[in-house]
């Protein structure tokens, strides 16, 4: 079981399937919404067991895409496709050991300049 929340608790989350190997998101919306890099997983939907979705804020940052914040303390939770049945999670908001590792970079020609990526996980221009 792997558990979670946002900074203040009033958002949890459980999900009882083994994660995926996250991917770290290296284009601008995201190292804006994180402050650096956004590392997620992606599951099914019907997968994440939530608690205070009341707490929840949807920001839909494109045509296709909205992001899940919680509404107290501002922690960022969530990515989810909004025409898809999936949604990716977080990995800074995981409270028990996920047991992954990260599996890949992803718009890294999008990257700050003030850091580099050298840990030899492969890694998508776009």
């Known amino acids: 079981m792997h558990k979670g929340s946002c900074l203040c608790g009033a ?3 459980e999900i009882e399937k083994p994660l995926k190997g996250p991917d770290a998101c290296h284009c601008s919306q995201c190292r804006k919404v994180s402050g650096h890099v956004w590392a997620s997983t992606d599951l099914a939907e019907a997968d994440l067991r939530l608690d205070g979705a009341e ?5 839909q940052s494109s045509e296709k ?3 899940g914040f919680c509404a107290t303390c501002g922690a960022a939770l969530f990515w989810k496709p909004i025409f898809k049945d999936t949604i990716a999670v977080a990995m800074g908001a995981f409270e028990t050991p996920t047991q992954t590792r990260l599996a890949m970079h992803i718009f890294v020609a999008d990257k700050g300049d003030y850091y580099e990526i050298a840990d030899g996980v492969p890694q998508k221009p776009q």
């Not at 707490?55 to 920001?59: S, V």
Request: hydrophobic share 55%.
């Open 65 to 67: 895409v909205r992001r």
């Open 11 to 13: 958002v949890r989350f």
């Open 55 to 59: 707490n929840l804020t949807w920001f």
